[in-house]
């Protein structure tokens, strides 16, 4: 086995000069290159087994160009490049107890060519390793080791030699350590954190008796914290020492100069300058600069300290998902110049800020801009506000202190506020004050450049007025019946703008408006009236939101939401300029400045009648949706539509096709088949049910590289011109997407090309409290918070234009009268409001924060991109060329999808690339209320693809009863050159909600809240749906049905055999030579014992609970894992044998061995093995009377009483009687199933802890998709990528008739030989026959090596890994594949899976005589 990718918690953060970044995730070592933008360059495995948990670079000039090429952000590059010669950095790398020497070679003439290189063997230490410095003297091969019992070791790296090792005299055991050092041994200064929650500081190489054998005393003790202390550091020109600790707290001592010449020891009574309290949980690490103290914690956060404030929080870093922030680097910086702060989480991900010295004490908010101080603009008018609104904030060019607003008061005013100026812009009539609605919108000039802002104003008599701000004295007046306008919406058009005012009794107005320029340079204004919308009949009937759809081949579409929150369908003609009746315009010199007389609104009356009393009715209604709040917003973006409403949820919808047939009391109205079809719901945090709008995160639009580039020359220093991209309008085209012929089939455009039909990352608008908040869903954090006293009240956000979220913003709100700002409209944004992205930038993306409970294959995609221009992982990776270029070299590319569930209530859809090592997060989906325990995913392959589209029916299921599922649609990206998910909400399901809609629940027990689903199957498969089997906590074992048509789960039926938690279940599918189906249903709970249920007849939906029909007493305590598959027997011997292996708490693997005997087949053979173990449930002289039904006895049973240290947590099957298993021991085994006896073939510690979940698969590979393929973690060796079917992840096994079909194309073995076999999944299988019995894995070894029926044979090389013979030129080995997920993932490939035992010993003897050094003082 060997690692292709690789997500752990980032232990390990340094900065290099500024020029790098290195990081260290479990063993690997990867080096991030930050200019001219920061992107991942090579990695290594260093450590082994070990975690990384520091990186010590050699302080020497090894690149003294390096600075001003990186300095002037590429500008230098060029003359730098041809002069340089190539230069490199010897690094320590250390953690657990391991040292080792690497070097990072950079070669600026290959345009910054980066390459690691391993010097001398692992150095492996007695003690666990908590520091590690150079000696900067004349022997530059000597480290300062400080290990965890509180000792110091002079350590050669050369020799691997201890040369010298002191002990402190209080010998207690230490949580961090810090060492200076100087020239010599005998000027260090070693501060250790110990568990008395103590700071020691003592000298390893001075003090009291210089002997050998002697310890040194403490020179000084600073006491205070009460907790362990996790991290210490020094700064040494201002003499402070900083101490985080598990009491939450952050210290700063006073404590002199440390180290240096002689080992000064500083003040002999240090002080404590500093008590820093702001996290919320354990704080792991702290930083110290001139100005500032850094501290990241397990609360997530990292936080930036004023020192000279008083000690006051100025910015919060944010980014990681839960579980923490293990890891901080903070880079050196003089004076104001800026500085990187990077951050490594639990989550794996990679985060990096850009922090401003001169701006680090001046700043005093919160980096999510908590906005406590606001600004009153001291509104002049008559009256109070009661509307505001923006002006000209469409222009994305324009910042904020350009922006401006319009107020409408209650005397019915109008105001415009710019330049720090209020001026009265328009003055109603009497019937517009006490009552008035204002909506504003910048519209461009028709046939020019120029653009202008348009007004409009309602009232109660149903008069609108509309008029340019600029302008006011060229408006004129709208007619909207005879009753209070509601809203008024604008909507832009192409070359005009769309005004939608709704009326009393359901009627929605509507007009198009355009501005044109006339020969006298003046605006003209012209208007045509159009069908009025008709809503549905409810109490509150009027529109809040609308947007219009592009015009397909069935006319002009617009998607509404109303105030009773349902979502509305309306459809226009045919083509896009709407053309209405006569379309006569109105008078032009009316138009143009006519004063507003009683007649004006005859004249549109008039114009109205013209158009006729046409009035459209919606196509189709989703009523109530967002509940009686109403809809807040509804948009569109990349062909999919989003709207919000009060209900504390946003809906991703879309319009269907759907066949005229298949319409159900539709009306005549809606002869094309067009229908809303809500497509998931995404619920905000919790208390936050107002919400108003989505945007779009930036990170989400793609850009285009040479616009990346263009940006970062101009403003190279700047912060988010890293994220510079190609804003895009909200109103893309829509995809009316058409249902396939297929019953129920949700996968109607999946074959769409680009992006059309994506969903996009979005944050939400709205309100949580007293506080507007913009909130991101995925990370759950906030990114924008003011206190503005909270919702029922008129607001705009700067900036909206395109409907995205920069990064940053300002809010402007009536607040008590007041038109107030969270920031000055004079003042650019501060920091805390433009720092480019709370979350800084994602140099690599984390997956979950707390521990990965399940994981589930979904399939592969295929797809062309560009060659990378490294080998290397992350987000940072950028490819060569854009997709006009016609030199990019093109590749074809293999992704993995998986879905993994966490205890972060959270399900991630991965996309995992094994040749380069590169995880992309697709979707994040965040609908449960606790922990995901367990998934599952239904696929069916579709012939004729080209495997760029996957379509899988996932089913997600966890704590309290809760299960989830959904259709995910899988494609290619040709944009964004990688695989994009799109994720269709088919049903959810929860126990406690079943309970409340029973007629009579009082007479009942209402279920236990706590009652949590331990693991699903799929037993079924139907055109829409499938049947599923899930064990519960509460000792229940429930059969379900899910249709996708209906979107419901069903529950068909329930029993409480097992009496006690049911751990894990499995299915098997059996087939007679008469092609009659049978389905076999595993269950297992914590007494140990395997229940087996025959579920043949599960699909008539029987209410009656069948009855077990054999029992196996497998384990002595809770069984965590089933595997199952089946072999079919001779026609002389009739039946099949189906093969049980299940791990245990206790430890052990046990086989089991089932006899099963068709109906038809008549006489049972007899019995071999342990059959007094098996239960049945029913007498034998009853137990086969059934003629139509299974016999089933114990056949045999086999068990590896210690198969791992500890509980096994995870069995799948790889192959034939190959299986694969894992323990929270971190070790990966690999056993052979043969008929009598189970073989372990080999083991390999993983670096994922607290494995729990285990995801396996195999696949083949051709010759043409072999060539210079190069793992990211070991760079010599070469690599298997797999390219196979896309059945899944089922707990479905392969029948024995399969395994034989593919049996008979390989050679028959000799006369009492064991024959080898090749089944479905293509490994090589030594078989034995009943009356050989076992055989040792050496044996089997020895044969497939030498025998002549072998088709492969090995070899073994360190520097080249394992290669093995191909059976053809055309297809290469057959690869397993092995994903093992718990706190982070790891896959794992396995090469030849018969000849592994070898390479592992064979490997493992080399690496520990040639790349292991025990180091002994």
Same mark, same amino acid.
């Given at each position: 086995?060997?690692?292709?990718?690789?997500?752990?918690?980032?232990?390990?953060?340094?900065?290099?000069?500024?020029?790098?970044?290195?990081?260290?995730?479990?063993?690997?070592?990867?080096?991030?290159?930050?200019?001219?933008?920061?992107?991942?360059?090579?990695?290594?495995?260093?450590?082994?087994?070990?975690?990384?948990?520091?990186?010590?670079?050699?302080?020497?000039?090894?690149?003294?160009?390096?600075?001003?090429?990186?300095?002037?952000?590429?500008?230098?590059?060029?003359?730098?490049?041809?002069?340089?010669?190539?230069?490199?950095?010897?690094?320590?790398?250390?953690?657990?107890?391991?040292?080792?020497?690497?070097?990072?070679?950079?070669?600026?003439?290959?345009?910054?060519?980066?390459?690691?290189?391993?010097?001398?063997?692992?150095?492996?230490?007695?003690?666990?390793?908590?520091?590690?410095?150079?000696?900067?003297?004349?022997?530059?091969?000597?480290?300062?080791?400080?290990?965890?019992?509180?000792?110091?070791?002079?350590?050669?790296?050369?020799?691997?030699?201890?040369?010298?090792?002191?002990?402190?005299?209080?010998?207690?055991?230490?949580?961090?350590?810090?060492?200076?050092?100087?020239?010599?041994?005998?000027?260090?200064?070693?501060?250790?954190?110990?568990?008395?929650?103590?700071?020691?500081?003592?000298?390893?190489?001075?003090?009291?008796?210089?002997?050998?054998?002697?310890?040194?005393?403490?020179?000084?003790?600073?006491?205070?914290?009460?907790?362990?202390?996790?991290?210490?550091?020094?700064?040494?020109?201002?003499?402070?020492?900083?101490?985080?600790?598990?009491?939450?707290?952050?210290?700063?001592?006073?404590?002199?100069?440390?180290?240096?010449?002689?080992?000064?020891?500083?003040?002999?009574?240090?002080?404590?300058?500093?008590?820093?309290?702001?996290?919320?949980?354990?704080?792991?690490?702290?930083?110290?600069?001139?100005?500032?103290?850094?501290?990241?914690?397990?609360?997530?956060?990292?936080?930036?300290?004023?020192?000279?404030?008083?000690?006051?929080?100025?910015?919060?870093?944010?980014?990681?998902?839960?579980?923490?922030?293990?890891?901080?680097?903070?880079?050196?910086?003089?004076?104001?110049?800026?500085?990187?702060?990077?951050?490594?989480?639990?989550?794996?991900?990679?985060?990096?800020?850009?922090?401003?010295?001169?701006?680090?004490?001046?700043?005093?908010?919160?980096?999510?801009?908590?906005?406590?101080?606001?600004?009153?603009?001291?509104?002049?008018?008559?009256?109070?506000?009661?509307?505001?609104?923006?002006?000209?904030?469409?222009?994305?060019?324009?910042?904020?202190?350009?922006?401006?607003?319009?107020?409408?008061?209650?005397?019915?005013?109008?105001?415009?506020?710019?330049?720090?100026?209020?001026?009265?812009?328009?003055?109603?009539?009497?019937?517009?004050?006490?009552?008035?609605?204002?909506?504003?919108?910048?519209?461009?000039?028709?046939?020019?450049?120029?653009?202008?802002?348009?007004?409009?104003?309602?009232?109660?008599?149903?008069?609108?007025?509309?008029?340019?701000?600029?302008?006011?004295?060229?408006?004129?007046?709208?007619?909207?019946?005879?009753?209070?306008?509601?809203?008024?919406?604008?909507?832009?058009?192409?070359?005009?703008?769309?005004?939608?005012?709704?009326?009393?009794?359901?009627?929605?107005?509507?007009?198009?408006?355009?501005?044109?320029?006339?020969?006298?340079?003046?605006?003209?204004?012209?208007?045509?009236?159009?069908?009025?919308?008709?809503?549905?009949?409810?109490?509150?009937?009027?529109?809040?939101?609308?947007?219009?759809?592009?015009?397909?081949?069935?006319?002009?579409?617009?998607?509404?939401?109303?105030?009773?929150?349902?979502?509305?369908?309306?459809?226009?003609?045919?083509?896009?300029?709407?053309?209405?009746?006569?379309?006569?315009?109105?008078?032009?010199?009316?138009?143009?400045?006519?004063?507003?007389?009683?007649?004006?609104?005859?004249?549109?009356?008039?114009?109205?009648?013209?158009?006729?009393?046409?009035?459209?009715?919606?196509?189709?209604?989703?009523?109530?949706?967002?509940?009686?709040?109403?809809?807040?917003?509804?948009?569109?973006?990349?062909?999919?539509?989003?709207?919000?409403?009060?209900?504390?949820?946003?809906?991703?919808?879309?319009?269907?096709?759907?066949?005229?047939?298949?319409?159900?009391?539709?009306?005549?109205?809606?002869?094309?088949?067009?229908?809303?079809?809500?497509?998931?719901?995404?619920?905000?945090?919790?208390?936050?049910?107002?919400?108003?709008?989505?945007?779009?995160?930036?990170?989400?639009?793609?850009?285009?590289?040479?616009?990346?580039?263009?940006?970062?020359?101009?403003?190279?220093?700047?912060?988010?011109?890293?994220?510079?991209?190609?804003?895009? *309008?909200? /109103? =893309?085209?829509?995809?009316? %997407? &058409?249902? +396939?012929?297929?019953?129920?089939?949700?996968?109607?455009? $999946? #074959?769409?090309?680009?992006?059309?039909?994506?969903?996009?990352?979005?944050?939400?608008?709205?309100?949580?409290?007293?506080?507007?908040?913009?909130?991101?869903?995925?990370?759950?954090?906030?990114?924008?918070?003011?206190?503005?006293?909270?919702?029922?009240?008129?607001?705009?956000?700067?900036?909206?234009?395109?409907?995205?979220?920069?990064?940053?913003?300002?809010?402007?709100?009536?607040?008590?009268?007041?038109?107030?700002?969270?920031?000055?409209?004079?003042?650019?944004?501060?920091?805390?409001?433009?720092?480019?992205?709370?979350?800084?930038?994602?140099?690599?993306?984390?997956?979950?924060?707390?521990?990965?409970?399940?994981?589930?294959?979904?399939?592969?995609?295929?797809?062309?991109?560009?060659?990378?221009?490294? *080998?290397? /992982? =992350?987000?940072?990776?950028? %490819? &060569?060329? +854009?997709?006009?270029?016609?030199?990019?070299?093109?590749? $074809? #590319?293999?992704?993995?999808?998986?879905?993994?569930?966490?205890?972060?209530?959270?399900?991630?859809?991965?996309?995992?690339?094994?040749?380069?090592?590169?995880?992309?997060?697709?979707?994040?989906?965040?609908?449960?209320?606790?922990?995901?325990?367990?998934?599952?995913?239904?696929?069916?392959?579709?012939?004729?693809?080209?495997?760029?589209?996957?379509?899988?029916?996932?089913?997600?299921?966890?704590?309290?009863?809760?299960?989830?599922?959904?259709?995910?649609?899988?494609?290619?990206?040709?944009?964004?050159?990688?695989?994009?998910?799109?994720?269709?909400?088919?049903?959810?399901?929860?126990?406690?909600?079943?309970?409340?809609?029973?007629?009579?629940?009082?007479?009942?027990?209402?279920?236990?809240?706590?009652?949590?689903?331990?693991?699903?199957?799929?037993?079924?498969?139907?055109?829409?749906?499938?049947?599923?089997?899930?064990?519960?906590?509460?000792?229940?074992?429930?059969?379900?049905?899910?249709?996708?048509?209906?979107?419901?789960?069903?529950?068909?039926?329930?029993?409480?055999?097992?009496?006690?938690?049911?751990?894990?279940?499995?299915?098997?599918?059996?087939?007679?030579?008469?092609?009659?189906?049978?389905?076999?249903?595993?269950?297992?709970?914590?007494?140990?014992?395997?229940?087996?249920?025959?579920?043949?007849?599960?699909?008539?939906?029987?209410?009656?609970?069948?009855?077990?029909?054999?029992?196996?007493?497998?384990?002595?305590?809770?069984?965590?894992?089933?595997?199952?598959?089946?072999?079919?027997?001779?026609?002389?011997?009739?039946?099949?044998?189906?093969?049980?292996?299940?791990?245990?708490?206790?430890?052990?693997?046990?086989?089991?061995?089932?006899?099963?005997?068709?109906?038809?087949?008549?006489?049972?053979?007899?019995?071999?093995?342990?059959?007094?173990?098996?239960?049945?449930?029913?007498?034998?002289?009853?137990?086969?009377?059934?003629?139509?039904?299974?016999?089933?006895?114990?056949?045999?049973?086999?068990?590896?009483?210690?198969?791992?240290?500890?509980?096994?947590?995870?069995?799948?099957?790889?192959?034939?009687?190959?299986?694969?298993?894992?323990?929270?021991?971190?070790?990966?085994?690999?056993?052979?199933?043969?008929?009598?006896?189970?073989?372990?073939?080999?083991?390999?510690?993983?670096?994922?802890?607290?494995?729990?979940?285990?995801?396996?698969?195999?696949?083949?590979?051709?010759?043409?998709?072999?060539?210079?393929?190069?793992?990211?973690?070991?760079?010599?060796?070469?690599?298997?990528?797999?390219?196979?079917?896309?059945?899944?992840?089922?707990?479905?096994?392969?029948?024995?008739?399969?395994?034989?079909?593919?049996?008979?194309?390989?050679?028959?073995?000799?006369?009492?030989?064991?024959?080898?076999?090749?089944?479905?999944?293509?490994?090589?299988?030594?078989?034995?026959?009943?009356?050989?019995?076992?055989?040792?894995?050496?044996?089997?070894?020895?044969?497939?090596?030498?025998?002549?029926?072998?088709?492969?044979?090995?070899?073994?090389?360190?520097?080249?890994?394992?290669?093995?013979?191909?059976?053809?030129?055309?297809?290469?080995?057959?690869?397993?594949?092995?994903?093992?997920?718990?706190?982070?993932?790891?896959?794992?490939?396995?090469?030849?899976?018969?000849?592994?035992?070898?390479?592992?010993?064979?490997?493992?003897?080399?690496?520990?005589?040639?790349?292991?050094?025990?180091?002994?003082?």
């Amino acid at each position: 086995m060997e690692t292709a990718a690789l997500v752990a918690p980032v232990t390990a953060l340094e900065f290099l000069q500024d020029a790098f970044l290195l990081t260290g995730e479990g063993p690997i070592l990867t080096v991030f290159s930050l200019h001219p933008r920061p992107k991942a360059c090579v990695s290594l495995s260093v450590l082994q087994h070990y975690r990384i948990h520091g990186v010590r670079p050699r302080g020497v000039e090894a690149v003294p160009a390096q600075r001003s090429a990186t300095g002037a952000h590429g500008k230098k590059r060029d003359e730098l490049s041809s002069t340089s010669e190539p230069k490199f950095y010897d690094l320590a790398v250390f953690g657990g107890k391991a040292v080792r020497l690497v070097r990072l070679h950079v070669d600026l003439r290959a345009g910054e060519h980066l390459r690691l290189e391993s010097l001398g063997p692992l150095m492996e230490l007695q003690d666990w390793a908590l520091d590690v410095r150079w000696l900067s003297g004349d022997n530059r091969s000597l480290l300062c080791v400080a290990v965890s019992h509180n000792s110091a070791l002079l350590l050669d790296i050369v020799t691997g030699n201890v040369l010298f090792q002191r002990s402190c005299l209080e010998g207690c055991l230490l949580y961090s350590a810090l060492l200076l050092v100087h020239e010599s041994w005998a000027d260090t200064i070693l501060v250790g954190g110990t568990v008395f929650n103590q700071l020691v500081l003592w000298k390893p190489g001075g003090g009291g008796d210089k002997t050998v054998d002697s310890k040194a005393p403490v020179e000084r003790r600073l006491l205070g914290h009460s907790g362990v202390i996790f991290s210490i550091c020094y700064l040494q020109e201002k003499g402070w020492l900083a101490s985080a600790s598990d009491d939450r707290s952050v210290r700063v001592w006073g404590v002199g100069a440390l180290g240096g010449p002689e080992g000064k020891c500083g003040d002999l009574n240090p002080d404590c300058l500093r008590v820093l309290y702001g996290h919320q949980a354990r704080v792991f690490s702290v930083r110290l600069s001139a100005a500032n103290v850094f501290s990241a914690g397990e609360d997530g956060t990292c936080l930036v300290w004023d020192w000279a404030g008083g000690g006051k929080v100025i910015r919060t870093l944010k980014g990681h998902r839960a579980g923490g922030v293990r890891a901080l680097a903070v880079s050196e910086g003089t004076g104001d110049e800026e500085r990187w702060v990077a951050t490594g989480g639990a989550d794996g991900g990679v985060r990096l800020w850009r922090v401003k010295g001169s701006e680090e004490g001046e700043e005093k908010k919160m980096e999510d801009a908590v906005t406590e101080k606001l600004t009153d603009l001291k509104f002049p008018g008559h009256g109070l506000p009661k509307a505001v609104c923006m002006a000209g904030e469409e222009d994305k060019n324009a910042s904020w202190s350009q922006s401006k607003f319009v107020v409408c008061t209650d005397q019915g005013a109008v105001y415009q506020y710019s330049d720090g100026q209020w001026e009265m812009v328009w003055q109603g009539t009497p019937e517009f004050q006490s009552y008035c609605v204002m909506e504003t919108v910048t519209v461009r000039v028709k046939d020019s450049t120029a653009k202008v802002n348009l007004c409009a104003v309602g009232n109660l008599s149903g008069s609108i007025q509309v008029f340019p701000v600029s302008h006011p004295q060229r408006g004129f007046v709208l007619t909207g019946g005879s009753g209070k306008i509601h809203s008024l919406i604008w909507q832009e058009a192409k070359d005009g703008i769309y005004l939608l005012a709704s009326g009393s009794e359901g009627l929605v107005y509507r007009w198009f408006i355009e501005v044109e320029s006339d020969e006298n340079s003046s605006l003209a204004l012209s208007v045509n009236p159009l069908p009025s919308f008709l809503l549905p009949p409810c109490a509150k009937r009027w529109l809040t939101a609308a947007v219009r759809l592009h015009s397909t081949t069935r006319g002009l579409l617009w998607a509404c939401g109303d105030r009773r929150g349902s979502l509305l369908l309306f459809q226009e003609g045919g083509t896009q300029e709407p053309t209405m009746g006569d379309d006569k315009r109105m008078d032009e010199g009316w138009l143009t400045g006519r004063k507003q007389t009683g007649d004006e609104g005859g004249v549109e009356e008039r114009d109205r009648k013209e158009v006729g009393d046409l009035v459209l009715h919606p196509l189709s209604c989703l009523f109530g949706v967002h509940g009686k709040q109403g809809v807040t917003s509804v948009c569109e973006y990349q062909g999919l539509l989003y709207s919000t409403g009060r209900d504390g949820c946003v809906r991703v919808f879309r319009v269907h096709l759907v066949a005229p047939e298949k319409l159900e009391g539709k009306g005549a109205e809606n002869k094309g088949g067009l229908q809303l079809e809500v497509l998931r719901v995404q619920r905000a945090c919790k208390g936050m049910e107002w919400l108003e709008r989505v945007l779009i995160l930036k990170s989400d639009i793609p850009a285009e590289e040479e616009e990346e580039e263009e940006e970062e020359e101009k403003e190279g220093e700047e912060c988010e011109n890293h994220y510079t991209t190609k804003t895009q *309008n909200v /109103t =893309g085209k829509l995809e009316v %997407t &058409e249902e +396939r012929e297929e019953k129920g089939s949700f996968r109607g455009g $999946e #074959e769409k090309t680009e992006n059309k039909g994506r969903e996009a990352r979005f944050a939400i608008i709205g309100f949580h409290a007293v506080h507007f908040v913009v909130w991101d869903p995925v990370r759950q954090e906030r990114l924008l918070a003011v206190p503005c006293g909270g919702g029922h009240r008129s607001w705009r956000l700067w900036p909206s234009h395109g409907g995205v979220w920069p990064g940053y913003g300002a809010l402007v709100f009536i607040k008590q009268g007041a038109v107030m700002t969270s920031q000055p409209p004079g003042e650019a944004l501060s920091w805390a409001g433009k720092v480019g992205r709370t979350g800084g930038w994602g140099l690599r993306e984390g997956v979950h924060g707390r521990g990965i409970g399940c994981v589930c294959r979904l399939g592969t995609i295929r797809g062309i991109g560009n060659k990378m221009r490294t *080998n290397s /992982t =992350g987000d940072w990776t950028k %490819t &060569e060329g +854009r997709d006009d270029v016609k030199e990019v070299e093109r590749e $074809e #590319e293999h992704w993995e999808i998986v879905a993994t569930g966490g205890e972060d209530t959270s399900l991630t859809v991965l996309a995992v690339r094994p040749d380069s090592g590169r995880i992309k997060v697709l979707s994040v989906i965040t609908d449960h209320i606790s922990s995901v325990r367990t998934v599952t995913a239904v696929t069916r392959p579709e012939a004729g693809r080209e495997k760029q589209t996957l379509s899988a029916l996932l089913v997600s299921a966890g704590g309290r009863a809760q299960m989830q599922c959904y259709r995910l649609l899988v494609g290619w990206d040709r944009q964004r050159l990688v695989p994009s998910c799109q994720v269709i909400q088919v049903a959810s399901h929860r126990l406690d909600e079943q309970w409340e809609r029973r007629r009579n629940r009082h007479k009942t027990v209402k279920m236990d809240p706590e009652t949590r689903y331990m693991a699903v199957v799929a037993l079924d498969e139907k055109t829409d749906g499938c049947l599923l089997a899930l064990a519960g906590s509460d000792g229940a074992l429930r059969l379900f049905s899910v249709s996708e048509v209906k979107h419901q789960i069903d529950l068909l039926w329930e029993t409480f055999y097992h009496q006690r938690c049911v751990l894990s279940v499995a299915a098997c599918s059996l087939e007679d030579r008469k092609g009659n189906r049978y389905k076999l249903l595993f269950s297992a709970a914590t007494d140990g014992k395997i229940a087996v249920w025959d579920l043949t007849d599960a699909s008539s939906h029987s209410p009656t609970p069948p009855i077990p029909c054999l029992d196996i007493h497998a384990h002595q305590s809770g069984v965590n894992s089933l595997a199952v598959w089946a072999e079919e027997l001779g026609h002389q011997e009739g039946g099949c044998l189906v093969t049980v292996a299940s791990g245990g708490d206790d430890g052990q693997l046990t086989v089991s061995v089932i006899r099963v005997q068709y109906p038809e087949d008549g006489k049972i053979g007899g019995s071999r093995g342990i059959s007094l173990i098996s239960e049945p449930r029913i007498s034998p002289q009853t137990q086969f009377q059934s003629s139509n039904q299974l016999h089933l006895h114990l056949h045999s049973q086999s068990r590896i009483p210690l198969a791992h240290a500890a509980p096994l947590t995870a069995l799948k099957l790889l192959s034939p009687d190959l299986v694969v298993s894992t323990s929270s021991d971190q070790r990966v085994c690999l056993w052979r199933v043969g008929s009598t006896d189970i073989r372990h073939i080999g083991a390999l510690c993983c670096h994922v802890a607290d494995a729990a979940g285990l995801a396996v698969w195999e696949g083949k590979m051709t010759e043409e998709e072999d060539k210079n393929k190069k793992t990211r973690f070991e760079p010599e060796q070469e690599i298997e990528i797999w390219r196979g079917s896309q059945t899944g992840l089922k707990a479905t096994c392969q029948t024995a008739a399969q395994f034989n079909k593919d049996k008979k194309t390989h050679n028959e073995a000799e006369d009492g030989e064991p024959v080898e076999a090749v089944g479905e999944t293509g490994d090589p299988v030594c078989q034995t026959s009943n009356e050989k019995g076992g055989e040792t894995a050496g044996e089997c070894r020895h044969q497939t090596e030498g025998d002549s029926v072998a088709e492969t044979e090995g070899e073994v090389n360190t520097g080249t890994g394992f290669k093995a013979s191909r059976e053809s030129q055309e297809e290469r080995e057959k690869t397993g594949w092995v994903l093992v997920c718990g706190q982070g993932f790891q896959l794992l490939r396995v090469r030849n899976t018969e000849t592994d035992a070898e390479m592992w010993t064979t490997r493992g003897e080399r690496e520990t005589a040639t790349h292991r050094v025990k180091v002994t003082s």
